[in-house]
């Protein structure tokens, strides 16, 4: 697949998406209209951390915006729970959210629980969804694009003259 959508005209009012390869050393690229859609800098490297939604789907947050959240959720897990309980629900939460970290170009490097998540067989690179989504970034399966477009079509159909 070649064509990249450059210097294009946007929508207004609709947030920015775009189809991305995942690329060699597991990195997926989050394009420059997204990042800015977002406001996240591409002029340093920073920490990110994914929640991974319904299998397929994972949302990115600033470090900063999410991280004293999972830890006051960690810390409210350790008073309520005893034992097991406790142990499984701090691994639950460790397992919905994970850190990754992306690269000032905008690439973001994905571990191999996050790509096992995003429905990728190791060694492959399939194609995913990366949209603007409040002030995060989503990725989506790309099974998972034709679903929703399938499921909001009648929604998001304008009506034409």
Do not use: C
Request: no cysteine.
């Amino acid at each position: 697949m070649s064509g990249k959508t450059r210097n294009t005209p946007t929508f207004a009012g609709v947030p920015p998406s775009n189809v991305m390869q995942l690329g060699d050393k597991n990195r997926l690229s989050v394009p420059a209209d997204v990042m800015h859609a977002v406001d996240w800098s591409r002029k340093k490297s920073m920490t990110v951390v994914a929640e991974l939604l319904d299998e397929g789907h994972i949302r990115l947050y600033r470090w900063d915006d999410i991280a004293p959240a999972i830890e006051a959720q960690a810390k409210q897990i350790t008073e309520d729970f005893d034992g097991d309980e406790r142990h499984e629900r701090a691994a639950a939460l460790g397992d919905r959210y994970r850190p990754l970290t992306m690269e000032k170009s905008g690439r973001l490097i994905l571990i191999e629980a996050v790509l096992l998540h995003l429905e990728v067989t190791l060694g492959e690179h399939p194609y995913f969804l990366v949209r603007a989504f409040g002030n995060n970034v989503e990725i989506l399966a790309y099974r998972l694009r034709k679903e929703i477009n399938r499921r909001y079509r009648s929604d998001t159909t304008p009506e034409l003259d």
